[in-house]
């Protein structure tokens, strides 16, 4: 059974950083998603199996960075420069296959979320 501990989220004004993390049972293919109140999940960013390949929605590409200690199986989310549109509840996903992948369908075992809020 894969377990995904997601931590980090919180309440944080804007323009302010968080780091979510994300420890895993093992050594997956790893992406962020968030899903906003009213709307459905997206895809934020995501990390190949080795760490060598990322992909990132282009509404955080330059202010998000998705980075990995492959020795803790953990998956990192740094988030810069936040805006109020940036808050969700962050999900952590992980994939059988080796290539980062954008699409939701693609992921086999989610994490429970944490809430990021983002105002003032």
């Known amino acids: 059974q894969v377990q995904l501990e997601e931590s980090g989220g919180g309440l944080v004004q804007p323009g302010g950083s968080l780091r979510l993390s994300c420890a895993a049972s093992?050594?997956?293919?790893m992406g962020w998603f968030r899903q906003a109140p009213g709307k459905e999940r997206e895809f934020v960013a995501a990390?190949?199996?080795?760490?060598?390949?990322?992909a990132y929605a282009d509404s955080v590409r330059g202010r998000f960075t998705i980075s990995r200690d492959n020795a803790k199986n953990t998956v990192y989310l740094q988030m810069n420069s936040l805006k109020p549109e940036d808050t969700a509840v962050y999900y952590c996903a992980a994939r059988m296959g080796r290539r980062a992948s954008t699409s939701l369908n693609e992921y086999d075992y989610w994490g429970q979320g944490t809430q990021v809020t983002v105002s003032s």
């Open positions: 093992g050594r997956y293919s």
């Open positions: 990390s190949s199996w080795s760490g060598g390949s990322t």
